[in-house]
């Protein structure tokens, strides 16, 4: 059942989410088939699984991940180390900003996909914002100095009323509005602006999968079981099914491989996870392309930090429970972009963005201890004589974290990595990828940047020489790439599976996430992948003679 009153209106205190309900069943109740199963539970998963349901189809979801609840996140570190790293209802940054058209019009996408911009933009745009409802965050809230920071960040550029042009607010996947249940039968209290999207939304009010598209698939009979880690999909011998392999991965888990059939399998786990599955699939006797593995890329993500800067930018989180106390909020991780696309010169793949980037209460220490750290060894800024005592007073006296901007840039990388697999272990390699100029070019904007606030400015540490200029990515892309035959290509626009290194398709086998796209997009890419996914879903319903009902929404059994 879900609660009818499980927040006070108003409060900033954490929600009685114990009567909160699971969407997963137990592995108990699985059947032998289904019309179509799901793997993963993202924005590619989550989306097959909702409009797959909302076409009739018999609909099992298998997630690797966990499923979390709102007050289940961990706010200390000594806790985090615990969860895994899938997650039920897909990555928790949510950010809704579109790639540069001409992105779409690159020669890496199939010419389908270059040809239904307008259809991709509008009808499969409109029905994910029907589903996400993306907002900006209010001028109804507490201001936010990080967002004052954001725009003191380039007053070193030579360009009259620069943040004018550039910076904006980001719409946002986050409820800010107090809702006894949401239109798919949730409740979502308002966020309370605690800073902790990234490590798990406690509050409720974070518009991931599980808020939506996923109830959504259960109100229209989706089964879900969570926990359980697909190894293989291989086609009958018997019939014109599919053969799902499968474990569970819970504490009391024997670890007994187990089958489950389908028509339709829709790959959502994600670039790595998608891909993963693929190249194991391909061992044991699945033909297909031998591009699988091939076209990784990391999005061109870039982290930075401008270290004691001159005024407070209070972008750390704070644990649910203290937020009444709280006088300056860190907002949402994400609130603004610096969308230097508007500004640079040349061709789109020399652009970036770069946004503000809050950091979770549960990494606080760490983040606190390292960056100090960090800021000594490779800071790039020496600050004058008569700077330097009144910076020191600030580390003293704890100023300096909350005088901290983090910085999160996207670019645009060659797409070269390589996902392998040998002898049950998966391998990602590239060569000289952090030495790629689109790096070079966000680190040099980030330290600008930092310059603006007099901050210290600090690489990610792991972006150095010694350690071969590594590169940390939230937002992995490709491993499955979309191509106009198996030559070029694991899958075609529509998400099919090629036959080998033919232009002919495997019947019913899909893929529809992150791993699909043949390139970076250079922005957060869940719209990107939102928007693909709707497509993919609405091509196999025309195909099939499928009627995916968009417009009834039918409230899980329970809510009010």
Request: glycine share 12%; proline share 5%; net charge negative.
């Given at each position: 059942m879900w609660p009818s009153t499980f927040f006070k209106m108003?409060?900033?205190?954490?929600?009685?989410?114990?009567?909160?309900?699971?969407?997963?069943?137990?592995?108990a109740s699985i059947k032998t088939k289904y019309d179509v199963v799901v793997i993963g539970s993202?924005?590619?998963?989550?989306?097959?699984?909702?409009?797959?349901?909302r076409a009739g189809k018999s609909v099992c979801v298998l997630?690797?991940?966990?499923?979390?609840?709102?007050?289940?996140f961990p706010e200390t570190f000594d806790l985090v180390a615990q969860q895994v790293q899938a997650t039920f209802g897909g990555k928790p940054m949510t950010y809704a900003l579109d790639m540069d058209p001409a992105v779409?019009?690159?020669?890496?996408?199939?010419?389908?996909?270059?040809?239904?911009?307008?259809?991709?933009?509008?009808?499969?745009?409109?029905?994910?914002?029907?589903?996400?409802?993306p907002e900006t965050y209010p001028t109804s809230y507490p201001?936010?100095?990080?967002?004052?920071?954001?725009?003191?960040?380039?007053?070193?550029?030579?360009?009259?009323?620069?943040?004018e042009k550039i910076l904006s607010k980001l719409p946002l996947y986050v409820t800010f509005e107090d809702k006894l249940t949401n239109h798919v039968g949730v409740p979502q209290p308002k966020c309370t602006a605690c800073g902790n999207c990234v490590g798990g939304c406690n509050v409720g009010s974070k518009n991931t999968l599980n808020m939506n598209y996923l109830p959504d698939a259960k109100a229209h009979g989706a089964e879900i079981f969570t926990e359980t880690d697909v190894a293989t999909v291989l086609k009958s011998t018997t019939s014109s099914d599919w053969i799902i392999n499968f474990k569970r991965v819970d504490s009391g888990s024997t670890g007994q491989e187990q089958t489950v059939q389908a028509t339709y399998v829709i790959l959502g786990a994600g670039a790595i996870g998608s891909t993963k599955i693929l190249l194991r699939s391909k061992q044991n006797g699945l033909a297909i392309s031998d591009r699988v593995g091939l076209g990784f890329s990391t999005n061109g993500d870039v982290l930075g930090t401008s270290y004691n800067a001159d005024n407070?930018?209070?972008?750390?989180?704070?644990?649910?429970?203290?937020?009444?106390?709280?006088?300056?909020?860190?907002?949402?991780?994400?609130?603004?972009?610096?969308?230097?696309?508007?500004?640079?010169?040349?061709?789109?793949?020399?652009h970036h963005v770069i946004e503000d980037f809050s950091i979770p209460c549960n990494t606080a220490k760490v983040y606190r201890t390292g960056l100090a750290y960090t800021a000594f060894q490779v800071g790039t800024k020496e600050y004058p004589p008569y700077e330097e005592f009144e910076k020191?007073?600030?580390?003293?006296?704890?100023?300096?974290?909350?005088?901290?901007?983090t910085f999160l840039g996207m670019s645009h990388d060659d797409a070269k990595g390589v996902i392998s697999l040998r002898n049950e272990i998966f391998d990602i390699t590239w060569d000289d990828l952090g030495c790629q100029k689109n790096f070079l070019d966000v680190n040099k904007d980030m330290q600008k940047m930092t310059g603006g606030l007099e901050g210290v400015f600090v690489i990610n540490p792991m972006w150095h020489p010694a350690l071969g200029n590594?590169?940390?990515?939230?937002?992995?892309?490709?491993?499955?790439?979309?191509?106009?035959?198996?030559?070029?290509?694991?899958v075609n626009h529509a998400g099919q599976v090629f036959d080998a290194n033919t232009d002919q398709v495997m019947t019913g086998l899909l893929v529809v996430d992150g791993a699909i796209v043949p390139r970076p997009v250079g922005v957060n890419p869940s719209l990107t992948i939102a928007i693909l996914a709707e497509r993919c879903l609405r091509l196999l319903a025309q195909r099939e003679g499928w009627n995916i009902d968009y417009d009834t929404f039918i409230p899980l059994p329970g809510s009010k």
């Open positions: 108003g409060s900033t205190k954490k929600p009685d989410w114990a009567l909160y309900s699971k969407l997963g069943s137990p592995i993202g924005y590619g998963g989550g989306i097959a699984a909702s409009r797959c349901a997630e690797r991940g966990k499923e979390w609840l709102p007050g289940d779409l019009q690159d020669s890496a996408w199939p010419k389908e996909i270059r040809n239904d911009a307008d259809q991709m933009n509008t009808v499969d745009r409109g029905h994910f914002f029907d589903m996400i409802k201001a936010l100095h990080k967002i004052d920071r954001m725009k003191e960040s380039l007053r070193k550029y030579d360009i009259e009323d620069l943040h407070f930018a209070n972008s750390i989180g704070f644990p649910t429970d203290e937020m009444e106390a709280v006088e300056n909020p860190p907002g949402p991780t994400i609130t603004t972009v610096a969308d230097f696309r508007k500004v640079i010169e040349g061709s789109f793949d020399k020191a007073m600030q580390i003293v006296k704890g100023e300096a974290d909350d005088k901290s901007l590594s590169v940390i990515s939230g937002h992995p892309l490709g491993g499955c790439s979309m191509g106009e035959s198996g030559q070029a290509g694991v």
